[in-house]
């Protein structure tokens, strides 16, 4: 995605050799600000995704990914013996930032694979080209996600001739959560270059936010048209025809197609299921978890700190309504207890089909299968 004149993809390096840093854009300060940080090591990695500087199911597994060739960077000393032992202790590290999205231990057992045997120098450069080529694939993934999904929006743009294709996304499932392009934004980035006229309808995603600071950010630096919402709207603008088709992105699939993702997913998927609105969920491979059948069972789902429900920040506004800064605000009494679970699993029954990079399949064990027949 383009950022000031300049592609930009959500994680890379610069330089070369000794002088090679890991640099990332920081989540955490969208939409106010647009900030680069570099990070330098393992603890730099591991801090960057449970603090959420990044997230998204894709741009954790690739920023773990990163983070296996920081850990071999700074083991690079150690005999033999020492090598393997201190990577698996990074690696567990990096498996316990986040547990929900399955990309993390995705991308770790690639690297695990990918480091088998090696140590020094000659493992380094191996962790490089693994990580590589995760960030590479997950960005061409998502390219044919993009590719797949304009197909459905075609189709309904072409039963409703000069009108929009009114599309309702929850939480960031675009640019930001993969290495670029997106899952869910991906087709409707794709059909709005195509000139398909398109408008999203945004839920803003509380309590982290994620789609009024990050998917209202992008859409826009995109020129995409869309409309920011509370997040309980979804449901009246389905009863009065307002929403064509419902597309999210997922943290984990299993193979039965349950889709865990952003808390309030299954409350959408719910009101599209009783208004008859199509309500597809788009994901790469590397977000299926194929040992799994039962989402709402197995699926481990995060709980954070209830500071994020009882806590909201923004901008500092001046009396002109200017922005001069940042502010945090409490939103409820100073003793209220909160909970804050960060996903929900939406069950294969409620979801019209998957959109991956395969193509599209019913939300089915049969379906998914279909398409990925090596996992029988
Ligand atoms: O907590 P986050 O921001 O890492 O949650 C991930 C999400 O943004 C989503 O739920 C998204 O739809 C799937 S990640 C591609």
Redesign the pocket.
Known sequence: MNVEGRHYRTIWTEGEGAGEVLRIID?TALPHEFRVLDLHSVADACRAIRE?W???????GATAAWGVWLAAREAEHLSAEEFPVRMAMSMEALRVT?P??S?LVWALQRQQKALAGLCGAEAVAAAHAEARAIADEDAEFCRRIGQHGKALIEAIAARKPGQAVNIL??????W???VDH???LSPIYAAFDAGIPVHVWVDE?RP?N?GAS?TAWELGRHGVPHSLIADNVGGHLMQHGMVDMVI????RVTRCGDA????G?YLKALAAADNGVPFYV??PSS?FDFSLRDGVREIPI?E?SADEVRVMSGALLDGEGQSCGAASVRICPEATNARNW??DVTPARLISGLITERGLCPASEEGVLGLYPEQK
């Open positions: 989540q959420m990044v997230r998204g199911a894709g741009l954790i986040r929900t999205a990309n996304t929850h939480c960031n499932a675009g930001l959560a993969f997106g899952s869910a995603t982290r994620q990050l999210t992105g997922a943290d865990a993702n952003k808390i997913t788009a994901l977000t995060e954070r960060a996903f």
